[in-house]
């Protein structure tokens, strides 16, 4: 595809329902969509699930921990569209620190995923949001996430990003569950190649609905900015602005859950 003329995947609902895609369950390669080198698509109108509904059982089922991504970005100027993600063993939705550029999801909702450790195995919380863009390759993409909907996740941060640039507008994410600690991370670049003064990552937060509910998750904060400090102070750091405008936030039971971290 190209940029004026993106190859469209579209989904035809039939009496109501989209289609669905249900799949990597196999370790070896674990991701249900797969954008690798793929550029310029547009996927519309679907369902992916990787099948494990870990919240439907009761239980955070330990034995499944081995399925990856429902839907994993390798690619430059992918749009999801009018799409539900859920039931994902790890990430929802998930871009790697290379070889993915720009991606946007208008709309999207992403619930019932993410992995827990302990007990599942999966390394480290899997988000159900996770969304780098490789500032080598692609040192200008932008993250884009317009009239989605998060909710209902089983672990970490509702949408965790390492963007080069991040557009957040007009979203609803709710964190809730015990395993949940943050609607919105929105840190540096976890490579080699840092932000700096001289080329920072920027956000523009406006319009969403962010809601905490302090007495049932594990939220420690409603927004954090800046760097999750993964190997030391000046690691993942954005050196830029964060720009928040007409958004609603609403922190449910508890205290000491600040709004801006």
Known sequence: GTAEQPIRIQGVAVNGQRPLIVGGVNPATGYAVHFLNSHHMVFDNFEVSNGIDRLATGTLDSSRYDAHQCVRHEAHDITLARSKVFA????????????SGSLTLDPVEITRSGCVQPPMQCGNNKHPLYVATDPNAYPGAVLRIVDSHVHGNIAGEGLKMRAGRGEIHHNWIEVTGPHEYRALALYGFDTSTQAS???PIHHDVMGNVLIVDAATSSANAVVRVGSDRTAGDNH???????????????VNGGTGVPVLW
Do not use: S
Request: charged residues 15%.
């Open 88 to 99: 994902c063993a790890n990430n929802g939705v998930f871009g790697t620190d290379e070889g």
């Open 197 to 199: 003064l001289d080329a």
């Open 236 to 250: 993942a750091n954005t050196h830029g602005r964060a720009r928040f405008v007409n958004n609603t936030v609403v």
